[in-house]
Every structure is written in structure tokens, then in C-alpha cells.
């Protein structure tokens, strides 16, 4: 397997995570999963991997006290804060995300592109604290299907719409900045 299928193969495996959990539930000890879930947070976010590191250590820690399932469950969390960690750092030290991001296609961007930039990288640091916490809810009091439902489904379409209506705001803050 070459190295991009490879990639691509975890790309796939960290957003397929709560079916995953779903479907080897029971046939597979948390554990094992829980261990699998550590690996791959720390593998898939090489940008964050201090991060990551710390967070799989957490979920690690909850496996030896005997809250594997929590452990695993906790994975949507985990990925949550570490991206909201990076977002909100990219806020106080050097260039926003949102920025860097806009750049490679932008590289001159003007002034009120930079502040538009800085506002989305807000806006994306609101939406993972509620992710995160609605995703924490689930791990704590949902059953597995209510868990999966949310966290391999909703919260991926409440990104996409996030990333839907962010393009459409940019759209019109651009005809009018013309």
C-alpha cells in the first residue's frame, strides 16, 4: 500500500471512528478500540501532535481505570479540543488558521480580509467548544446509537453547514468590498 492510500486510509478511519465503535461494540474489548483510537488521534493530527499525544494519553488513562467505553466515546471530544486548541492558538500566536488558509489563494490580502479571517477562526473555535460539548454529553449519558447518530453524522453535516454558510458570508463580503 503506498503512502497515500495509507493516508487516505486514516483520513477515512478517523472520520468513520463512531461507526467503527458502533459496529465492533461488543465483538471487540474497548480496550483494544480505545488503544486504536489513541493511535489514530495521534497519527491523523501531525499539526497538533503534543495535542494529540496529551489527549491519547487521557483516553489511555480512562482505559487503565477501568472506563474504556468512555474512553473511546471520548474520542469526538478529544479531536474537538484539539482543534480548538490549535484554532484559538493560531489567534495569539502568529496567523490565524483561517488566514494561512486564505492566503494560498489570496497571498496579498487586503486588511478587511484579515479581519474577516480572524473573525471565521472565532467562529470555527465557537463551533468545536459546541461540538465538543454536545459530543461530551453523548460519551457521558447517550446510548451507543444516540452517540454514533451524533457524532458520525450530525456533527459532520453541522460542519459541512458551517463550511456552507461561512462561503456564503464570504461571498457577500466580497460583492460588497468591490
Known sequence: M????????????LIAW????????GRIHSGWLLLVGAL???????????????????????????????????????????????FAGSLFQGMPIIERLARLQEPDLPPEGVRYTRKVTWAWCGFFIVNGGIA????LYADLAAWTLYN???????????FA????????VRRTAL
Open 2 to 13: 503506498s503512502y497515500r492510500m495509507l493516508k487516505w486510509a486514516g483520513m477515512l478511519a
Open 18 to 25: 463512531p461507526f467503527a465503535v458502533y459496529a465492533l461494540h
Open 40 to 86: 489514530l488521534l495521534v497519527w491523523r493530527l501531525p499539526q497538533a501532535r503534543p495535542l494529540a499525544m496529551v489527549a491519547a494519553a487521557v483516553l489511555l488513562l480512562l482505559g487503565l481505570l477501568g472506563e474504556a467505553e468512555l474512553g473511546m466515546r471520548a474520542y469526538p471530544v478529544a479531536v474537538s479540543l484539539i482543534l480548538l486548541a490549535v
Open 136 to 139: 461530551a454529553w453523548t460519551a
Open 152 to 162: 458520525g453524522c450530525i456533527s459532520y453535516l453541522l460542519m459541512g453547514l458551517m
Open 165 to 172: 454558510v461561512e462561503w456564503l458570508c464570504r461571498r457577500r
